[in-house]
């Protein structure tokens, strides 16, 4: 009896030890991933406003392609799968190489700086999941206590960047495998992620909310019409996704050389955006997204977005896809909502949360930033939505090396990586 009650002391003590250790590693992770992202979101609204103001910039788009394949080069990271990268880290326990951080945090701001079409959270998640994998290093961690540490800086850089802590936790133990969530990193996820978006809210950086308006009453109409604008939107996120793959080929024939590669990117979006007559599609277009809440979208903005999109990544200009995909999801929706009878601002909300849904096969991260963007009123709608993106998306993903674990329709095993 004396036996076993040492052995439940001694159980206890090391249950303690270990949950204070994470709020420790969780703590540190959380400042310095939350102070570097920080300061990044803050130059790369500076680099935005600039681009604005400057509109001539752009012509040194095509330069600044050709600058950041040289930086990797001399980086030697000429083979960079960005985000990827950091998934297969957490899967795999491979180390980040220390290099991926100034790498992605200077060509990432090139690219805004000139007015490439990405967002920030792609290099937010390689920015966090590089910086915490070097603290791990840095404290000896084994390989399944460095996962945790990746995941953790995954939320802080997420948090720090995109403004959205719920879902920046959600994503981290999320986005690696779909159909598995990795509880034991919830905890300390939540304290990086918190920690981090509190020293953005020091830094005073600017993070958008959206009012939604138009809610529609729950009965059979609004259902049906939530459940067809959602698949829709899981076929748009295929059409996405598609899309940037086959850009990537399509570059890699043309031009083999990826600095010729990227300067030709560059002058492709010079001439669209000559074209177009408008520098909406440049950058991350948040502003798009604003417009589609309070107002119709065209019909043209989701495809011109894609399109910019796919040119810009498809070269090898650096930056992320989500804010992007949020974009397009938020023009497509408020514009087919519209067309079947629902608010353009309620479409909006809707084609965002099926669409992301969709691109990152996270339908339980996608569901909270619906929460956090738009408010808890139409929370079930957007559950709804999130469960049609998830399903009619099928296999594709914006992460070729996530793992999808369980098939979408069945308790089936599968263990694919998206498509």
Same mark, same amino acid.
């Given at each position: 009896?004396a036996?076993?009650?040492?052995?439940?002391?001694?159980?206890?003590?090391?249950?303690?030890k270990?949950?204070?250790k994470? @709020?420790?590693?969780?703590? %540190? +992770?959380?400042?310095?991933?939350?102070?570097?992202?920080?300061?990044?979101?803050?130059? #790369?609204?500076?680099?935005?406003? /600039? /681009?604005?103001e400057?509109?001539?910039?752009?012509?040194?788009?095509?330069? $600044?392609?050709?600058?950041?394949?040289?930086l990797?080069?001399?980086?030697? *990271?000429?083979?960079?799968?960005?985000?990827?990268?950091?998934?297969?880290?957490?899967?795999?326990?491979?180390?980040?190489?220390? @290099?991926?951080?100034?790498?992605?945090?200077i060509?990432?701001?090139?690219?805004?700086?000139?007015?490439?079409s990405?967002?920030?959270? $792609?290099?937010?998640?390689?920015?966090?999941?590089?910086?915490?994998?070097?603290?791990?290093?840095?404290?000896?961690?084994?390989?399944?206590?460095?996962?945790?540490?990746?995941?953790?800086?995954?939320?802080?850089?997420?948090?720090?960047? %995109?403004?959205?802590?719920?879902?920046? +936790?959600?994503?981290?133990?999320?986005?690696?495998?779909?159909?598995?969530?990795?509880y034991s990193?919830?905890?300390? !996820?939540?304290?990086?992620?918190?920690?981090?978006?509190?020293?953005?809210?020091?830094?005073?950086?600017?993070?958008?909310?959206?009012?939604?308006?138009?809610?529609?009453?729950?009965?059979? @109409?609004?259902?049906?019409? %939530?459940?067809?604008?959602?698949?829709?939107?899981?076929?748009?996120? #295929?059409?996405?996704?598609?899309?940037?793959?086959?850009?990537?080929?399509?570059?890699? *024939?043309?031009f083999?050389?990826?600095?010729?590669?990227?300067?030709?990117?560059? /002058?492709?979006?010079?001439?669209?955006?000559?074209?177009?007559?408008?520098?909406?599609y440049?950058?991350?277009?948040?502003?798009?997204?604003?417009?589609?809440?309070?107002?119709?979208?065209?019909?043209?903005?989701f495809?011109?977005?894609?399109?910019?999109?796919?040119?810009?990544?498809?070269?090898?200009?650096? $930056?992320?896809?989500?804010?992007?995909?949020?974009? #397009?999801?938020?023009t497509?929706?408020?514009f087919?909502?519209?067309?079947?009878?629902?608010?353009?601002?309620?479409?909006?909300a809707?084609?965002?949360v099926?669409?992301? !849904?969709?691109? +990152?096969n996270s339908?339980?991260?996608?569901?909270? #930033?619906?929460?956090?963007?738009?408010?808890?009123? $139409?929370?079930?709608?957007?559950?709804?939505? !999130?469960?049609?993106?998830? @399903? !009619?998306?099928?296999?594709?993903?914006?992460?070729?090396?996530?793992?999808?674990?369980?098939?979408?329709?069945?308790? *089936?095993?599968? *263990?694919?990586?998206?498509?």
């Amino acid at each position: 009896m004396a036996g076993k009650q040492s052995e439940n002391k001694s159980g206890f003590a090391a249950y303690v030890k270990t949950f204070l250790k994470w @709020v420790l590693y969780a703590g %540190v +992770i959380g400042i310095a991933v939350g102070i570097l992202g920080s300061l990044f979101a803050m130059l #790369i609204n500076t680099s935005s406003g /600039f /681009f604005l103001e400057h509109n001539w910039i752009i012509w040194l788009l095509p330069a $600044g392609g050709v600058l950041i394949t040289l930086l990797y080069r001399w980086g030697k *990271k000429s083979h960079d799968n960005g985000t990827d990268t950091v998934i297969q880290s957490v899967r795999n326990s491979d180390r980040i190489p220390a @290099v991926m951080v100034p790498l992605i945090f200077i060509s990432t701001l090139i690219t805004r700086l000139f007015g490439g079409s990405v967002g920030t959270e $792609g290099a937010a998640i390689q920015l966090g999941g590089g910086l915490s994998s070097s603290i791990g290093k840095w404290l000896h961690m084994n390989d399944q206590e460095e996962k945790i540490v990746i995941m953790c800086g995954i939320s802080a850089g997420f948090s720090a960047v %995109v403004g959205t802590p719920m879902t920046s +936790i959600i994503l981290a133990i999320e986005l690696a495998g779909v159909g598995v969530m990795f509880y034991s990193a919830i905890l300390p !996820c939540t304290l990086s992620s918190i920690i981090a978006f509190g020293i953005a809210q020091m830094f005073h950086v600017d993070f958008p909310q959206y009012q939604v308006t138009g809610l529609p009453a729950l009965d059979v @109409v609004s259902c049906v019409q %939530v459940i067809l604008l959602a698949a829709m939107g899981g076929l748009v996120s #295929i059409l996405l996704c598609a899309s940037l793959r086959t850009s990537k080929m399509l570059y890699q *024939k043309a031009f083999p050389n990826k600095a010729i590669r990227a300067a030709a990117g560059g /002058f492709i979006i010079v001439g669209l955006t000559y074209l177009v007559g408008s520098n909406l599609y440049n950058g991350d277009s948040l502003p798009l997204i604003g417009t589609a809440v309070a107002n119709a979208a065209g019909g043209q903005e989701f495809l011109l977005k894609i399109l910019f999109t796919v040119v810009t990544i498809g070269a090898g200009f650096k $930056g992320g896809e989500i804010v992007p995909t949020l974009v #397009i999801g938020a023009t497509f929706g408020s514009f087919a909502g519209e067309l079947m009878g629902l608010s353009p601002s309620f479409g909006a909300a809707i084609g965002l949360v099926s669409v992301f !849904c969709g691109a +990152i096969n996270s339908p339980m991260t996608a569901f909270v #930033i619906g929460i956090e963007l738009f408010g808890a009123n $139409g929370a079930l709608f957007y559950l709804i939505a !999130c469960a049609l993106g998830y @399903v !009619c998306s099928g296999y594709f993903g914006l992460y070729p090396s996530q793992k999808i674990w369980f098939d979408k329709l069945s308790h *089936k095993f599968i *263990k694919k990586n998206a498509e």
